[in-house]
């Protein structure tokens, strides 16, 4: 009987231990529960060796990269230690399906974090790639706020391309200036325009120089090892995937390390088919993936270079090391940096944008027609005396009770309810041209989209109120990613373009760029239900009115969480 029992529990352990190994094997159907903890506030801090007030997360900036996995939930605790300032964090590139009230767009899906407050985001990464983080408060980004996230695929699965090691790349630009200083001379009569940056930040370290007369004593220290060029070191023979973001205030980069060639895999999150390239041309609010090998002459460090492209400014190259293993990370290049491509050499930044396409195994089918089509002309204008830029002749701003909430609740009195035009004078406005009427309105009306229709967006660039002027723009979408149809130089013949449209292979993208006298065509399905704003990423441009506000499917939005109310007319909803 003893050895009976004996057996029976062998087997038993035995088909335990299987079951076990089985489990193990099989990839969990939910994902997992990423957690972090955050505390925003103002710290000094020397990226480029010049101190000033910078906003840090846990002490850092770039702030922590998200590590997660596909189907992962991100559940972020944020306290807001600025004290005297409010803060949001928008969740770049992140589609927030369900979850709209997270995208953190401060007066569009939520009131701001009060100073002092705790609020906390929770979101799924629904797809693996390159996305960013960063303040959607103000000027707030140009501060530091900002960092990557890096989203994996799951367990088994692998992408359309082979490496050995997987590295971030933050590149930004630097101002000495404050946020509350640009913002005030960009609302002031006369108006006081923001400037060129003072460095290019490569992964939060850049270098000013120092030795300028006109520096205030013991403000720059060139041997501050804050601003000791990022060194990226790697192992002779080895293929790396750089995930590279931008997210720069005003300029366009160009991004090249010296004496290697880079093959683009990956562009917002979505596979592309390879295209190799010396440098990379990249728009605040994009990322994209490329693939180096270290295949160089292992006994030396190489330069990478970020040079500002699309504006004629005097801002020096940021600067890094590519250090092949074991030489010394901070042993110097024995060669001038790369100088870069010509500023305004626009005709190969858009080569390369027309150049990538979706791989082949991972195309995703767009619409073959568009439900509805939206024409936005870029253009710069004067609202009373003050200098504005606007979307068809209308300069956007924000409401104080946020759209989502007003939606959802109601509360149309909050917001205008005239819709913003779908067009412009195409027969007869002059795109190469002063307006001959510079002057616009303001409004904070949005765009209803039907749920689920197709919808097309022509973003039009157009002469700004300074002769032979025409400045690139890089749009963001919030909550979608679209098709990019197509691009084209002057201006967008609505009869005959689309028919010049790419339906076979078109790439996916959230973030895309319209170059000076050019436009622009993308595609997207409003199947997300929520409040989403759609804008130009640079800072100021923003700030001075350059975005719109789309609405579909308010009805389908569940319950909005409290936590995301306490302004405007939202302050009702929190009475006991």
């Not at 193990?24 to 103002?42: D, H, L, N, T």
């Not at 000027?139 to 992408?159: F, N």
Request: hydrophobic share 35%; proline share 7%.
């Amino acid at each position: 009987m003893v050895e009976v029992f004996k057996c029976r529990s062998s087997v038993i352990k035995f088909l335990v231990l299987c079951l076990c190994i089985f489990l193990a094997a099989v990839p969990s159907v939910e994902g997992r529960i990423r957690r972090y903890k955050w505390e925003v506030k103002y710290e000094y801090k020397s990226p480029d060796c010049y101190k000033k007030l910078s906003i840090t997360i846990n002490g850092r900036t770039p702030g922590p990269t998200i590590l997660a996995q596909q189907g992962d939930t991100v559940i972020v605790e944020l306290k807001n230690s600025l004290l005297t300032e409010n803060v949001a964090i928008h969740w770049h590139g992140i589609r927030q399906i369900g979850t709209p009230w997270f995208d953190g767009t401060e007066g569009v899906t939520q009131c701001p974090i009060l100073p002092g407050d705790t609020f906390v985001y929770q979101f799924v990464v629904d797809r693996a790639g390159t996305y960013l983080y960063h303040a959607h408060y103000g000027m707030q980004r140009e501060a530091g706020l900002y960092g990557s996230i890096r989203v994996s695929l799951p367990d088994g699965e692998s992408e359309p391309f082979a490496y050995d090691y997987d590295r971030s790349i933050l590149l930004t630009d630097w101002y000495h200036k404050s946020a509350y200083e640009q913002a005030t001379g960009l609302s002031s009569i006369p108006f006081v325009w923001v400037g060129e940056p003072q460095s290019i930040l490569i992964q939060g370290r850049g270098r000013f120089d120092c030795s300028l007369p006109t520096i205030e004593s013991g403000l720059c220290n060139a041997t501050n090892p804050e601003c000791s060029p990022y060194v990226l070191t790697v192992v002779p023979g080895k293929t790396y995937r750089l995930r590279i973001g931008s997210l720069t205030a005003l300029s366009a980069l160009s991004f090249e390390i010296e004496g290697h060639n880079m093959t683009i895999v990956e562009a917002d999150g979505h596979n592309v088919e390879p295209v190799v390239v010396k440098n990379l041309f990249i728009y605040s609010g994009e990322t994209y993936s490329v693939l180096i090998t270290a295949d160089q002459d292992p006994r030396r460090n190489y330069w990478a270079s970020a040079k500002i492209v699309s504006r004629n400014g005097n801002t020096s190259n940021g600067l890094a090391i590519f250090n092949y293993y074991p030489n010394n990370p901070r042993r110097p290049p024995p060669t001038v940096p790369p100088t870069g491509p010509t500023w305004n050499d626009s005709a190969s930044r858009l080569a390369q944008s027309q150049a990538i396409n979706a791989h082949a195994g991972y195309v995703v089918p767009a619409p073959r027609t568009s439900d509805r089509v939206i024409v936005l002309l870029n253009t710069q204008n004067r609202i009373n005396g003050y200098v504005r830029w606007s979307v068809n002749n209308v300069s956007f701003h924000l409401p104080h009770t946020p759209y989502l909430i007003a939606l959802k609740e109601n509360l149309k009195h909050v917001f205008e309810q005239t819709p913003p035009p779908n067009g412009y004078d195409f027969a007869n406005y002059d795109i190469y041209n002063i307006a001959k009427n510079v002057n616009a309105t303001s409004s904070n009306s949005i765009y209803r989209l039907q749920f689920n229709t197709t919808v097309d967006i022509i973003l039009q660039n157009a002469n700004t109120m300074n002769p032979n002027n025409s400045e690139t723009h890089p749009w963001h979408l919030h909550g979608h990613d679209f098709w990019v149809l197509g691009y084209g130089t002057g201006k967008f013949d609505i009869y005959n373009d689309p028919k010049k449209y790419n339906l076979v292979n078109p790439i996916m993208k959230n973030t895309v760029a319209v170059q000076p006298y050019s436009w622009t065509a993308l595609r997207f399905r409003a199947d997300n239900p929520g409040v989403w704003a759609f804008h130009c990423h640079i800072e100021s441009h923003f700030y001075m009115g350059m975005g719109v506000v789309f609405e579909e499917g308010i009805d389908k939005v569940g319950k909005l969480p409290t936590s995301i109310m306490g302004c405007g007319d939202t302050k009702r909803f929190l009475r006991p």
